[in-house]
């Protein structure tokens, strides 16, 4: 497990002390063909009326085309359901059953939404062969809302969570305007898994491709940051958005997976009140845990603590790279507001905040860095200012927030919507 730990600060003489910025990040390293993470899935897809035509194709094309990239080692399943729940292809070493794409893509669509039935499938499918040192995943796409089976959103959470302490994680695919977009995430937050929001059916694999490719890279498991703070030192301010909880020992964040593609970043701010001093001052302790996989594929523990001190004199300089990272982080900010605008009915202020938004972005000093999101937030507000602001809108911006936020930045690329001349 790799980790850089970048600080900068300025002094606050109003407020008398100093705000302190620091940025870590953290990288898996790179497996090798023989030491690769051994994957037991299961695909668990909604096949209710709402999915029929494009949706259901795309969502079973990609199933059909993840299947197919998995390694002889690999055992899959794929889960259907409706109202009922069937199991269209039983856990098989990838590669060792014949017409398993035929069966996938077969699948056709039937009625209601038993949500809980399909994913309780799939984790009892992968619970049949647990393989110590196998990643155990369910991965769930649905384009609605859980009404037959167990429909409580803090009791579908739960179970996640309780198959996570068991070993089985949970990632979690919606679908167009209609899923429960906040059952999707709570499930995945509690499931150690990731949450992807995808608008069009031609996306469907942009998702199941980028959780394949990141479990292809599975460096480290049940990663976590607790933050102790010294005297005199609070936390001011924390710009990803990690499940947290405040303990003894201080804040704990949990991370999720590690992946050898992607590093994880968590960036927090630090009000320490104290007297300028060229000395290095003591501000908090950062105890990294994640369970590491080794060159021999088993897991070890692995615990790392980094002292956070900094030498606050003058009045600072700007880190570049946590200066970059503030600014997604309050572009993601103006999405999340905007989309809340536009689900309350006023474009115009969603307008606003986008505008203030891309000409902050605009006048940043690495503005080059900055083109794409500059053109998408100008993109949407000139769509508001012709055309009524939509749910789908909404999902767009929040989605991009919570890509940000979780430093998904790989898939938040092919995700981001195409201007019409490309």
């Not at 703070?229 to 609070?234: G, I, N, S």
């Not at 689900?343 to 006048?363: F, N, P, S």
Request: aromatic share 4%; charged share 25%; net charge negative.
């Amino acid at each position: 497990m790799l980790h850089t730990l970048t600080l900068d600060h300025r002094h606050l003489p109003d407020r008398g002390g100093y705000l302190v910025r620091a940025l870590l990040e953290l990288q898996g390293t790179a497996r090798t063909a023989a030491s690769r993470v051994p994957l037991r899935l299961s695909l668990v897809i909604d096949r209710s009326g709402s999915m029929a035509g494009p949706p259901l194709e795309a969502a079973t094309a990609a199933a059909a085309d993840l299947v197919r990239r998995l390694a002889p080692e690999d055992v899959v399943s794929v889960v259907a359901f409706d109202d009922q729940v069937i199991t269209a292809v039983p856990p098989h070493r990838a590669g060792g059953e014949a017409h398993v794409a035929e069966r996938i893509l077969g699948i056709v669509a039937g009625g209601t939404t038993n949500l809980s039935g399909g994913w309780l499938r799939g984790r009892e499918l992968v619970s049949r062969d647990r393989t110590d040192g196998a990643v155990h995943r369910v991965l769930l796409l649905t384009d609605g809302h859980a009404n037959v089976g167990i429909t409580d959103p803090v009791e579908l959470a739960a179970l996640a969570a309780e198959s996570r302490a068991k070993g089985i994680t949970t990632s979690c695919v919606g679908f167009g305007d209609g899923y429960d977009e906040a059952l999707l995430r709570a499930m995945a937050d509690a499931g150690g898994g990731n949450a992807f929001h995808i608008e069009r059916p031609d996306q469907a694999s942009l998702a199941f491709g980028d959780e394949l490719a990141g479990l292809q890279t599975l460096a480290g498991q049940n990663l976590s940051v607790t933050i102790a703070l010294d005297d005199a030192v609070t936390l001011a301010h924390v710009h990803h958005d990690w499940p947290s909880s405040d303990g003894p020992d201080g804040r704990t964040f949990e991370l999720g997976d590690l992946y050898a593609r992607e590093p994880k970043r968590l960036l927090v701010e630090l009000f320490c009140a104290t007297a300028p001093s060229p000395d290095a001052r003591a501000l908090a302790r950062m105890t990294l845990r994640a369970d590491v996989r080794e060159e021999s594929g088993s897991l070890v523990h692995q615990e790392i603590v980094l002292p956070v001190a900094a030498t606050l004199e003058n009045a600072g300089q700007e880190a570049p790279v946590i200066t970059k990272e503030v600014l997604l982080s309050e572009a993601a900010r103006a999405r999340a507001q905007a989309a809340a605008d536009v689900r309350r009915g006023d474009a115009a202020q969603a307008r606003r905040a986008l505008d203030v938004m891309a000409r902050k972005l605009r006048e940043a000093p690495m503005a080059d860095e900055f083109a794409d999101e500059v053109l998408d937030l100008a993109e949407l507000s000139r769509k508001f200012e012709l055309e009524e602001a939509s749910e789908s809108d909404a999902r767009y911006l929040q989605a991009r927030a919570h890509n940000a936020r979780r430093g998904k930045r790989i898939y938040d690329a092919g995700f981001m919507r195409k201007r019409p001349e490309e």
